[in-house]
Nanobody, 123 residues
Framework: VQLIESGGGLAQAGGSLRLSCAAS????????VAWFRQASGKEREFVSA????????YYADSVKGRFTISADNADDTMYLQMNSLKPEDTAVYYC?????????????????WGQGTRVTVSS
């Protein structure tokens, strides 16, 4: 599965951005599709995930209530709507996927990764 991300950029604190992750060559059916992020000098951390087949969603506590993950089955694209952005959301955001129906938060469990898209939130 090749993952293609887009939508990163610069936002002010309190603003919004939407990230997209598209699958090439196949559908996301039967996969957990997730977002991770990695800030400079820090480890990669789980942000959110969605069970593509059943629609179950998962969020890290740090983004719950501000970020919304969604799936568009028509074009096999996953979105992360990020609202009320904070400077601490600044990071490179990665789309990732693993086969199965139970979301995992350990990046080592994900077999497919996008190239990353940078999000910068200014105060």
């Amino acid at each position: 599965v090749q993952l293609i991300e887009s939508g990163g950029g610069l936002a002010q604190a309190g603003g919004s951005l939407r990230l997209s992750c598209a699958a090439s060559e196949r559908t996301f059916g039967g996969y957990i599709v997730a977002w991770f992020r990695q800030a400079s000098g820090k480890e990669r951390e789980f942000v959110s995930a969605i069970n593509w087949s059943f629609g179950d969603t998962y969020y890290a506590d740090s983004v719950k209530g501000r970020f919304t993950i969604s799936a568009d089955n028509a074009d096999d694209t996953m979105y992360l709507q990020m609202n009320s952005l904070k400077p601490e959301d600044t990071a490179v955001y990665y789309c990732a996927a693993h086969a199965g129906f139970k979301a995992r938060q350990n990046p080592d469990d994900y077999h497919y990764w996008g190239q990353g898209t940078r999000v910068t939130v200014s105060s």
